[in-house]
């Protein structure tokens, strides 16, 4: 066993974080787990100490910078947190409301890992997950917005440069390539405390997440989406030792997606996924999220 002395994954009530969560436990001496869907996590929680694991659950909405706070300080509490493994987020699908989007995927992954930076002392590991809609082709200009999600104006900054509004996939492709910036700009600081930080970008897992999602298994070299235990054994290969030197990077875990849309899908489709920024609009809806 690798110690991880403390391991906090978060989305850990289902889908990917679930599976990370039970990758880790075998090799970290405490895990705590988060979600936003209480429920469901302490359902998630159960499953995990009926494997042996030492679990610590806590509801947070990570959308909230006091929430992100609590959670940081419970980790600290524990012991000396070693793994961040950040699977938490928000599909396309699941609201209209691009900013929302943005506030859930980008803006708390930069307030988590604010709040876990601040507790480096060295050997942690921070994984966030990000996706392959981080890859499609956004205007040049965002990035330089993208990496400072938490400024005041970031998103008025970001609205005159990509006009995101009523367009979904847009929003979330922004939100993930902030997510691969954040960690790819922060690891030059971590690697100074003696810490590592990368993403993970995956395809299409069978998750919720994905019972809605354009890319179909057909669309991948593997001929299938992942199963999240495969997203999470990449997860756990990022925490342990024999990536000892892997930061800052981004590892694209999507079963040849990528290669096939660029590569070997007709014009029109690899156009439709390259292209973000000319997704159509989708008319306003009223306050809806949909339950997937
Ligand atoms: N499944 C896929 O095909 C796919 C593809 C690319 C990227 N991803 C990314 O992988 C990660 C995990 O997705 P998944 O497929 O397991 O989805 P999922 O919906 O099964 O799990 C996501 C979890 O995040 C939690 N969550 C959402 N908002 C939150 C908030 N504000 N605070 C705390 N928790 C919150 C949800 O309650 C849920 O349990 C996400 O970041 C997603 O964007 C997934």
Redesign the pocket.
């Known amino acids: 066993m690798t110690g991880h002395d403390v391991a906090v994954v978060?989305?850990?009530?289902?889908?990917?974080?679930?599976a990370a969560a039970h990758r880790l436990g075998p090799s970290t001496r405490r895990l705590l787990v988060?979600?936003?869907?209480g429920g469901?996590l302490a359902d998630a929680a159960r499953g995990l100490r009926q494997a042996g694991f030492d679990v610590h659950e806590m509801a947070?909405?990570?959308?909230d910078a006091v929430d992100v706070e609590r959670l940081a300080a419970a980790a600290y509490d524990l012991g000396s947190w070693s793994v961040l493994a950040h699977?938490?987020?928000?599909?396309p699908f699941m609201t209209d409301d691009g900013d929302r989007l943005l506030a859930?995927?980008l803006l708390?992954t930069a307030s988590l890992l604010d709040a876990f930076e601040k507790r480096l002392t060295g050997g942690e590991v921070a994984v966030c997950?990000?996706?392959?809609?981080a890859y499609r082709t956004l205007p040049a200009e965002v990035d330089a917005i993208l990496v400072d999600p938490l400024a005041v104006d970031f998103l008025p900054r970001l609205g005159t440069v990509v006009d995101y509004a009523g367009r979904p996939r847009l929003s979330?492709a922004l939100s993930?390539r902030g997510v691969q910036l954040l960690c790819r700009q922060r690891a030059r600081r971590w690697g100074r405390a003696g810490a590592r930080i990368c993403s993970v970008?995956?395809?299409?897992?069978?998750?919720?997440?994905?019972a809605r999602?354009p890319?179909k298994g057909d669309d991948t070299a593997v001929g299938r989406?992942?199963t999240?235990e495969e997203?999470a054994s990449v997860i756990g290969f990022l925490t342990g030792p024999d990536a000892a030197y892997v930061t800052g990077s981004d590892v694209l875990v999507d079963g040849g997606a990528m290669a096939q849309y660029l590569h070997h899908a007709d014009p029109e489709k690899r156009d439709r996924w390259r292209n973000a920024v000319d997704e159509e609009r989708r008319p306003a809806a009223p306050d809806t999220v949909e339950q997937?």
Do not use: Q
């Open positions: 978060t989305g850990a009530a289902r889908g990917i974080g679930l988060t979600d936003v869907d469901a947070v909405d990570l959308a699977c938490a987020g928000l599909a859930v995927n708390a997950v990000a996706s392959i809609s979330y993930k970008s995956p395809g299409g897992a069978e998750t919720r997440m994905a999602s890319l989406r992942a999240p997203i997937p």
